[in-house]
């Protein structure tokens, strides 16, 4: 983070098919070795698994998949006088979405599946169904803000 001046913000174009700019950043964060053909397949692919097996427009799906995923809070480590303390803090809206994508994408390429567009909507529709490993991270995140809520004095 720059001390000079505010970071001009480059601005996300939406995606081709759904003209969606959360899909397109969620298409960014699957996308490695800046192949973004193989990312685009990927998630369109898993749509169409989506909308197969819902009979669900799988932007909704995926839309509400993200926001279950969402963290509100996050803690972080605060070293005050020789000790470490775990201080919960709020975490902004861009923020939340980028650990939710994150989240979303690590746990679906841990899962079982054969392919990476079966993995993707795995766990797209298990956390909009509010379960699986994304979803679970995110409780685990709010159950230890919640636990050191007496260090949140301690925030700057």
């Known amino acids: 983070m720059s001390r000079r001046r505010k970071v001009i913000e480059r601005k996300v174009l939406p995606d081709p098919k759904f003209k969606s700019v959360v899909l397109s ?32 427009d799988p932007l909704e799906v995926f839309i509400k998949a993200v926001d279950n995923v969402r963290p509100l809070v996050k803690v972080i480590s605060r070293r005050v006088g020789g000790s470490s303390y775990q201080v919960p803090l709020e975490v902004p809206k861009k923020v939340a979405q980028a650990l939710s994508f ?5 746990y679906s390429r841990k899962r079982s ?6 993995r993707l909507a795995a766990e797209l529709m298990a956390a909009f169904k509010k379960e699986g490993a ?23």
Request: net charge positive; aromatic share 10%; proline share 0%.
């Open 102 to 106: 994150r989240w979303i994408i690590g």
């Open 113 to 118: 599946e054969n392919t990476m567009e079966e």
């Open 134 to 156: 994304s979803i679970k991270k995110r409780e685990d995140t709010h159950k230890m803000a919640e636990a050191n809520k007496a260090f949140a004095h301690l925030r700057w």
């Open 25 to 56: 950043k969620f298409i960014n964060s699957v996308m490695k070795d800046g192949k973004k053909s193989i990312a685009e397949k990927i998630v369109y692919n898993a749509f169409d698994i989506i909308e197969k097996k819902m009979n669900k």
